[in-house]
């Protein structure tokens, strides 16, 4: 529920095509700093291409994880699907369009911007793989995001409500899919047993 009210939140922001003065004076914060971090970015927006589902069945497929596998495929299929049913709701143009006095570092600078397909693979993708992980390594996924969002913007792709509202389009996609595939019980039974010891 958390991602799709982030999404309907962040889609009415963007829904008349306008970027708010709070949103862009964001924007130019991350988008001006300097160049030397381009080269970076370009490396890590790469972790929010299409390929990664794949990729990550592949290596669900690797540790026998079948519920992994298909829900790495279909957040992919619905990443796909869904993203471009957001845009004939929400029509908002790339910053060089929308925002100006942009730094575009070999990124689209036109096309409908909102929701972030990067965002929205990279989060889904996130919801669906962290309950197979533990401890801190379940934050591992979301540090990806997160730096997948950055990127986007530092290289001149997209607005921060953009990535936003990507991350909860990809959330919950990740949430009905772990709701409709379920998750490793073990990980059910480990958050109970924290929980009975916590109120104990």
């Known amino acids: 529920m958390a991602g799709l009210g982030t999404l309907l939140l962040t889609g009415a922001v963007a829904s008349g095509g306008a970027v708010p003065g709070w949103e ?4 130019h914060a991350i988008n001006g700093l300097p160049s030397w971090l381009r080269v ?12 990664v589902g794949p990729a990550v069945a592949v290596i669900a497929l690797a540790f026998r994880r079948p519920p992994l596998v298909l829900a790495a ?10 993203e471009r049913v957001v845009k004939l709701v929400v029509e908002r143009q790339r910053p060089a369009v929308s925002t100006l ?5 070999g990124v689209p600078v036109r096309g409908l911007a909102f929701v972030s397909g990067h965002a929205v693979l990279t989060a889904a993708l996130a919801g669906v793989v962290s309950p197979y992980l533990r401890g801190a390594w379940k934050a591992v996924p979301w540090a990806v995001v997160v730096l997948v969002c950055f990127a986007r913007v ?5 607005n921060p409500l953009d990535m936003v509202g990507g991350v909860g389009l990809g959330m919950a996609i990740a949430g009905a899919l772990n709701l409709i595939l379920g998750v490793p019980a073990g990980r059910i039974d480990e958050g109970l047993s924290s929980a009975q010891r916590s109120s104990g």
Do not use: C, N, S, W
């Open 24 to 27: 862009r004076a964001i924007f």
């Open 73 to 82: 495929l279909l957040a992919t299929a619905l990443k796909l699907l869904l």
């Open 101 to 105: 006095d942009v730094i575009a570092r």
């Open 154 to 158: 530092y290289l001149g792709a997209h």
């Open 40 to 51: 970076p970015m370009q490396a890590a927006e790469v972790l929010g291409v299409l390929l």
